[in-house]
């Protein structure tokens, strides 16, 4: 799906995800730091499934795929996504690392909050891994709270335990 009007923040517009968007997402989502954090496999575990799946992004009938970039240049800093179902709107959002504690996931979740809003949603959900402690108290601040709790392996395998917010 792609956005009718992109979103705006103090300092990042957040538009529909591109093909040109591919070696930034693939950095950003194969980093081993974001990895533990993330269901994606790191970058030297991506297989060619993995690869079609980004490369079907641009305008997937399931959901938004996102990118927030600097208003002043157009580099991007980070990538969120969107899934609407019946009322509910599933989110996540990941800030690449040299931007972490500058209040940019802040904004990011701001805006697709106010976005969903607009659309009519009646809940966000949103995923974090339970190691993610910036992420969960990002939520919180929003007024997210714990629902319930899923495991599942990441791509290198490893069992993660996801904490599911709603709001």
Not at 28 to 51: T, V
Not at 65 to 71: D, G, Q, R
Not at 98 to 103: A, R
Request: charged content about 30%.
């Amino acid at each position: 799906m792609l956005l009718v009007k992109n979103m705006e923040t103090p300092r990042l517009t957040i538009r529909s995800w591109q093909k040109s968007d591919k070696d930034f997402t693939l950095s950003l989502w194969g980093d081993k730091e974001n990895g533990k954090y993330m269901s994606d496999p790191i970058r030297e575990n991506m297989d060619e499934a993995y690869l079609k799946c980004v490369d079907e992004m641009e305008d997937n009938p399931e959901g938004y795929y996102l990118v927030a970039e600097w208003k002043e240049d157009g580099t991007p800093v980070g990538t969120c996504c969107i899934f609407p179902e019946n009322g509910n709107y599933d989110i996540g959002y990941c800030i690449a690392k040299g931007h972490w504690k500058e209040g940019l996931g802040t904004e990011v979740v701001d805006a697709i909050i106010r976005w969903v809003k607009a659309e009519g949603g009646k809940s966000i959900t949103g995923e974090v891994a339970d190691i993610n402690l910036v992420s969960i108290a990002l939520l919180h601040k929003f007024g997210f709270s714990e629902d319930r709790k899923t495991r599942y392996k990441n791509g290198e395998k490893k069992p993660i335990l996801m904490l599911i917010f709603i709001s």
